[in-house]
Each structure stands twice: as C-alpha cells, then as structure tokens.
C-alpha cells in the first residue's frame, strides 16, 4: 500500500485523465439549476393561471424549460457519473493493498489531435516482482514533454491498472 491523495494523481491508464473538482462543482450546478428551474415553471403554471387559461408566454416557457431539461440532463447525469467512475477507480488502485509506486520511462505509440492539442498515448515496461510487465494507456493521454523523461505512477496487479501522479506534470 502507497501513501498517496488522490489530489496527487492525473489519471489512470484504463479510465482516463483525472477531472478537476471545478467540473463537480460545474456540473452538480447545472443539474441544480434544472431542478430550480423546473420547480419555478411549475410555480409559475399555478400563480399565471388565468381563469383555468394559460397565455402564450407560459407555455413558451414550459416549452423550454422543459426541453432543456429533458434533452441536459441525461447528458449531466452521465458525465457525473463517468467522474465519480473515474474517482472510484483510482482511488480502488492507489488504495490496494498490492499498489506500489515506482518510477519509469514512458514511450509514445499513438497521437490524437485535439483542436489545437495533441495528446500522446504512452506505454510504460517496467519488472514487477520479477516478472515484465509492459502497459499500454487506453484512455490517458498526456503531452509529449512526458515521454521518454522520468515519471512516478503507481502500479497495482489486483486493479490491473496504473495511475500517473501529478509531480510528473512540472
């Protein structure tokens, strides 16, 4: 077992980079803000009844509100989830009993350009109780300044997993 927070990981080779508590905040803000603003038209339906009508402008904004929760918010809520996903996972390998940091080299083997970022999948060999093992990132892409320079992670066999720590980042 390794002593190590999660505020000092980036991301992990199977699930992907690590995303900053401004996306929690962000995102249980918006699905906050659907829920007040559902709860708003619906007073406002009572308060504008006029004589068992409803003008115009009410139903217009049923219409949107509606509309944008149904369409956003099972949109949030996946999201939300892939981020506790995440969280979960690599809590689970920088926890484990087995878990073992230890510094390696990374290699590049493919690229993806993202607008104007490009992201490198790297790999990682390194020996672990005697045997090779040779791990390739799924999900983590990182710059390229990372590969081939020294960098910490932490391995652990039960979660089959590696996550790279922050101080990799400088």
């Known amino acids: 077992m390794v002593n190590i927070d999660y505020n000092q990981t980036m991301g992990s080779f199977k699930h992907g980079a690590k995303y900053s508590k401004w996306i929690y905040i962000g995102l249980i803000g918006t699905m906050s803000l659907c829920s007040l603003m559902c709860l708003i038209t619906l007073i406002l339906l009572i308060v504008f009844n006029e004589?068992?009508?409803?003008?115009?402008?009410i139903y217009a904004l049923i219409i949107a509100v509606c509309g944008f929760f149904i369409c956003g918010a099972p949109w949030l809520a996946i999201l939300l989830n892939e981020v506790f996903v995440v969280k979960k996972a690599i809590m689970k390998c920088i926890t484990s009993s087995d878990a073992?940091?230890?510094?390696?080299?990374?290699?590049?083997?493919?690229?993806?350009?993202?607008?104007?970022?490009?992201?490198?999948?790297?790999?990682?060999?390194?020996?672990?109780e005697g045997s090779k093992v040779t791990f390739l990132s799924k999900k983590l892409g990182v710059s390229r300044k990372l590969i081939g320079t020294k960098i910490d992670i932490v391995y652990?066999?039960?979660?089959?997993?590696?996550?790279?720590?922050?101080n990799n980042a400088n």
């Open 51 to 57: 004589n068992g009508q409803y003008t115009s402008d």
């Open 156 to 166: 652990s066999p039960s979660c089959d997993d590696i996550v790279l720590l922050k």
């Open 100 to 128: 073992k940091r230890m510094t390696v080299v990374p290699f590049g083997y493919s690229e993806e350009n993202i607008g104007l970022h490009t992201k490198y999948r790297v790999g990682v060999k390194f020996k672990y």
